[in-house]
């Protein structure tokens, strides 16, 4: 049985991916941490840890057992580019330092990379898996400095290193924090919540989104691969659709017919937006172990409304 330890276990991703481990793996397995205490109560273990204590995240790995390391734990884009030197020592330093965790106890490692790690210089449509990554923002070199750090890892001192360049993600359990792609969370919020919505990113602006339960199912699929199918290893482009905002509010009528959007666009995210891809081309991913997305936005906004719907009561 695995023994996973999981950093930023109580962010977006972290939160749900630890109930999906612990499910699948057994909740004894599977170690989460983060920097803040968990509000409410925990299923599993729990410890705290700042990504940037070295010692300490290496010390957890080790009493714990663990033979997985999934490190979560990073500023997203629009608050990266808000505080970006705190972006760098925490996206970088905590990366290195479970880098070398891994490396020191010969652990397998996932860490995911994002579409920030594209720039405007990036073939806009389809993007292809390998090109030219030139971002323009601090998230996005954390990011491509995070994916070749992996990549140095594997091939020079043989950690086992695992990783997808992830789309934004809509979840209905978990909100995100400081992301460029988030307003396609906030808005279903609102449409139940107040039947209207005002849009932080101007209206034909499209990036590619996958639903949290694809997001999740790719780590885990990712994670079992056979190694000697991996051409890649790390910064696979995964994604499910591609949209701009009218079309998600077009989805949404189809629940709310009342709902409204209007625009209040947001230069500084709107101006991270426009230097992402319009859509990524996933083949590499699915060739290499199987990726395949199962929500669409239909799908994922009926699934959303309902789950929603009780969650707000
Ligand atoms: C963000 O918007 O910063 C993230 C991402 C696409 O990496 N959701």
């Known amino acids: 049985m695995k023994k996973i330890m999981v950093t930023g276990a109580l962010g977006q991703i972290g939160s749900e991916l630890t109930g999906k481990l612990r499910d699948l ?6 170690l989460a941490t983060d920097l803040r205490e968990p509000a409410g109560g925990q299923n599993g273990p729990f410890s705290q840890l700042d990504v940037t204590d070295g010692e300490r995240m290496q010390e957890l790995a080790k009493s714990f057992g663990a033979d997985t390391l999934i490190h979560m734990a990073a500023l997203l884009s629009a608050t990266a580019e808000q505080k970006p030197l705190l972006a760098w020592n925490l996206n970088m330093g905590g990366l290195v330092n479970a880098l070398e965790t891994a490396r020191e106890l010969n652990l397998q490692f996932f860490t995911p990379s994002s579409i920030g790690a594209f720039g405007p210089s990036t073939p806009k449509t389809n993007t292809p898996q390998d090109t030219l990554q030139r971002p323009t923002t601090m998230y996005g070199v954390n990011k491509v400095a ?15 290193t695992r990783g997808v360049r992830f789309p934004g993600l ?23 919540e107040e039947g209207r919505y005002t849009s ?12 949290m339960p694809d997001a999740l199912q790719a780590i885990v699929d990712l994670m079992e691969a056979d190694p000697a199918k991996l051409n890649h290893r790390n910064a696979f482009n995964v994604t499910a659709m591609s949209f701009e905002p009218s079309q998600i509010a077009s989805a949404i009528q189809k629940h709310i017919p009342d709902f409204r959007l209007d625009y209040a666009v947001d230069p500084e995210r709107q101006a991270i937006a426009d230097s992402w891809p319009d859509s990524l081309d996933a083949t590499a991913a699915s060739e290499e172990w199987g990726f ?22």
């Open 25 to 30: 793996y057994g909740a004894d397995n599977v």
């Open 200 to 211: 932080f990113i101007a209206e034909g602006t499209y990036m590619d989104m996958m639903y």
């Open 146 to 160: 995070g994916e070749l750090l992996c990549d140095y890892y594997f091939t020079k001192f043989g950690v086992d």
């Open 170 to 192: 809509i979840s209905y359990v978990t909100p995100p924090g400081g992301g460029t792609t988030d307003y396609a969370v906030d808005i279903y919020y609102k449409a139940l």
């Open 292 to 313: 395949k997305a199962q929500y669409d936005l239909d799908s994922m906004t009926a699934d959303m409304l309902a789950k929603l719907k009780t969650k707000l009561g």
